[in-house]
């Protein structure tokens, strides 16, 4: 089976591994499962992951991990080549994984302290700014997780997207599970953006079907023949849906029991799980039509 794992609320919450799920995974790709990682999480760089998972006792390789940053910089570089100059809003892996495809990255960070610099001297000298100019011009700006996030980060990125600039978000999850509790995800810096900007964004990552597809071409396979495994209703099993794939809800992160009893029957994922040992039975009731034919 080709199973796409999602990481943050499934095989770790923050800095703490869900208990088992590791070792599930490994003994699925023992048995010649195609393991890959799909994760809406823009923060990291790929390889970042390897050695985190790796430690786990995960099966991993650096290039079965699909992030929602990676997905939107082939995004870019196969479906809008024409978008060259990126303003970004997020960490440094999403800028690698742009820069890695040949984008030119421009860093919201630098052009916001820019910008505030000139409407300072702008105050004295009464000169006019062109922000659009001081934003670098972008051809698009890039929206994802930012836990630097400033005001002048919003600003800049309003002013170019307003000027003209093509808005894409990597995704648009509302929070990110920790260890403890819940924290903004990058749909809430997305939504401060749009409101800010007036411009709705497309983006790439669940339940948008772009990344799934993504990931299952890396192995040479359809987005329909694998199994998603997350934790998010609105998003994995949503993704899940939208590519034709079959779906196993992990009740380890975003998304509760009750949520999933509210759900009408046509809303349902294909099996739920609320730990490794309900992920492993899940996954072998999965696997057994296979065997069967």
Known sequence: MLLFVDLDGV???????????????????ARGDIVVYVTNNSMHYRADYVARLEAMGAPVAADRIVSSARATALHLVNREPTLRRVLVVGAPGLRRELADVGIEVIDAGERADLLARRTAEARVDGSTVDE???????????????????????????????????????????????ERSFRP??????ISVETASGVTPISIGKPAPEILEEAARLVGARASEGIVIGDGLDTDVAAARAVGARSVLMLTGV???????????????????ADAAGLAAALDR???????Q
């Open 11 to 29: 095989v770790y919450r923050g800095r703490e591994p869900v208990p088992g799920v590791a070792a599930v995974l490994a003994d699925r790709a």
């Open 132 to 178: 659009f100019e001081v934003a670098g011009r972008p051809d698009a700006v890039v929206v994802g997780l930012d836990q630097d996030l400033t005001y002048g980060k919003l600003a800049i990125a309003s002013v170019a997207i307003r000027a003209g600039a093509r808005f894409i978000a990597t995704n648009r999850d509302p929070v990110l599970p920790t």
């Open 185 to 190: 995800g990058a749909g809430s810096i997305v």
């Open 255 to 273: 998304t509760s029991r009750a949520q999933l009893d509210a759900l009408p029957a046509s809303g349902r994922p294909d099996e739920v799980a």
């Open 286 to 292: 999965l696997a057994a039509p296979a065997r069967e």
